[in-house]
Nanobody, 122 residues
Framework: QVQLVESGGGLVQPGGSLRLSCAASGTIFRINDMGWYRQAPGKQRELVALITSGGSTDYADSVKGRFSISRDNAKNTVYLQMSSLRPEDTAVYYC????????????????WGQGTQVTVSS
């Protein structure tokens, strides 16, 4: 079984920075694409940033130039560096991967973390 655990959320003032981490655990051989999503109160969950297994990245227009996604495959961890934070970035941030190959040779699909709250407020 594969689990994703996020950390690094919290309260930050506008213009500040935060770094989120998401560590995957389990009998993991290889993780495919990894991404960060967020969901604000009353809104749908949206994709914030994506990084492929090869390291290609993509970002929502609203965070381009401010957020940076990276991954450490040796640690099965994905990061989201958030800078120049705005009140509208306030949301629960979720880690996601679409496919994990385990050492048993089986795949686990569509894994989500439990979420971490990010609040941007003065």
């Amino acid at each position: 079984q594969v689990q994703l655990v996020e950390s690094g959320g919290g309260l930050v003032q506008p213009g500040g920075s935060l770094r989120l981490s998401c560590a995957a655990s389990g009998t993991i051989f290889r993780i495919n694409d990894m991404g960060w999503y967020r969901q604000a109160p009353g809104k749908q969950r949206e994709l914030v940033a994506l990084i492929t297994s090869g390291g290609s990245t993509d970002y929502a227009d609203s965070v381009k130039g401010r957020f940076s996604i990276s991954r450490d495959n040796a640690k099965n961890t994905v990061y989201l560096q958030m800078s120049s934070l705005r009140p509208e970035d306030t949301a629960v941030y979720y880690c996601h991967t679409d496919r994990v190959l385990t050492y048993s040779g089986s795949y686990t699909y569509n894994c989500w973390g439990q979420g971490t709250q990010v609040t941007v407020s003065s």
